[in-house]
């Protein structure tokens, strides 16, 4: 038996919860852009660990890469049908957040609500 049996909400989370994942991935759901653009737009990201999650969502056929013949070569990064399907969550955290969220002297805390 293996090791781990097959959870999909338990690898989702997984993929998704490493620091830039999500962050890379709402960055290209405009369309495909070019490493720089990806580390502007994600900002505060390092170029090796911004490489370094490209590579792994490229491995996990999230996002895929193509380079261009130009000179100088040029790369670019798009989703795939699985990073585009992300968009649905990416927007759900998103309102979660806008609901949510409120920044109290510098720091986020939920909005505190009494549930029924």
Not at 6 to 34: M, S, Y
Not at 43 to 63: D, F, K, P, Y
């Amino acid at each position: 038996m293996a090791d781990h049996d097959f959870c999909p909400v338990h690898d989702a989370i997984n993929l998704l919860q490493e620091k830039w994942t999500l962050h890379i991935i709402r960055a290209l759901l405009p369309g495909p852009a070019g490493f720089n653009e990806l580390r502007r737009a994600v900002g505060g990201v390092n170029a090796a660990t911004l490489s370094q999650r490209l590579e792994h969502l490229e491995r996990m056929r999230i996002v895929e890469k193509t380079v261009h013949s130009t000179m100088p070569p040029r790369t670019s990064y798009c989703l795939t049908g699985a990073g585009v399907a992300l968009q649905q969550v990416v927007e759900a955290i998103d309102r979660w957040g806008r609901d949510h969220l409120e920044e109290q002297d510098g720091h986020l805390r939920a909005v505190a609500e009494i549930a029924h």
